[in-house]
């Protein structure tokens, strides 16, 4: 059981902004440890889409954007393409459990 | 360029143990440290452990105590996790990742995956 919680789903049509929320707790992003944002792709490694809340690896569209509030995060993707379709994982510290955790997934459908 | 690249699948009986290794290149590996993550099927991505390449310090995850081990050949440039007592359960692709030291979880290059298979 995950203690970083996502939607387990959202969707959108082409063009449209979608969000992902990732809520965790004072022992992880509300103690203001970093999170991060991967995409999965089908058959594919992880790939970082966000860093350090709201950063974008070279390369990454701008269309991703990342932000951060208290014990919560999230992603959006704004302008929403075929090729966004994917799985999204946040991930953060936390300090009760001594490691690093990821949260529970969010899988994004282009309607 | 950087490249991190796995040993290939394993089909492994209950109770025995696996190794998977990842071979790094294209950086200095004693400045980074390797994560391993892995995804089961059908389920989320867990993160299950570290080591600093520089000075082969270890943090496991406390899902894997007991029966996790990661070691590190800097002169190979290749990190290895074993996984013990393995049970169906234990049945995932499993991932490395590198992260800059200090990078606070930041995983900027992964391995492609190796599918462990648990089975009788």
């Known amino acids: 059981q995950s203690v970083l919680t996502q939607p387990p789903s959202v969707s959108g049509a082409p063009g449209q902004r979608v969000t992902i929320s990732c809520t965790g707790s004072s022992s992880n992003i509300g103690a203001g440890y970093d999170v991060h944002w991967y995409q999965l792709l089908p058959g594919t490694a992880p790939k970082l889409l966000i860093f350090g809340n709201s950063n974008r690896p070279s390369g990454v569209p701008d269309r991703f954007s990342g932000s951060k509030s208290g014990t919560s995060a999230s992603l959006a993707i704004t302008g929403l393409q075929a090729e966004d379709e994917a799985d999204y994982y946040c991930q953060s510290n936390d300090s009760s459990l001594g490691g690093y955790v990821f949260g529970t997934g969010t899988k994004v459908t282009v309607l | 360029q950087v490249q991190l690249v796995q040993s290939g699948a394993e089909v492994k009986k209950p109770g025995a143990l696996v190794k998977v290794s990842c071979k790094a290149s294209?950086?200095?590996?004693?400045?980074?440290?390797i994560h391993w993550v892995r995804q089961a099927p059908g389920q989320g991505l867990e993160w299950m452990g570290w080591i600093d390449a520089g000075n082969g310090n270890t943090r496991y995850s406390e899902n894997f105590q007991g029966r996790i081990t990661i070691t590190r050949d800097t002169s190979a440039s290749t990190a290895y996790m074993e996984l013990s007592s393995l049970i169906s359960e234990d049945t995932a692709v499993y991932y490395c990742?590198?992260?800059?030291?200090?990078?606070?979880?930041?995983?900027?290059?992964w391995g492609q995956g190796t599918l462990v298979t648990v089975s009788s």
């Open positions: 294209g950086y200095t590996f004693t400045s980074y440290a």
């Open positions: 990742a590198r992260e800059p030291i200090g990078g606070a979880g930041k995983y900027d290059y």
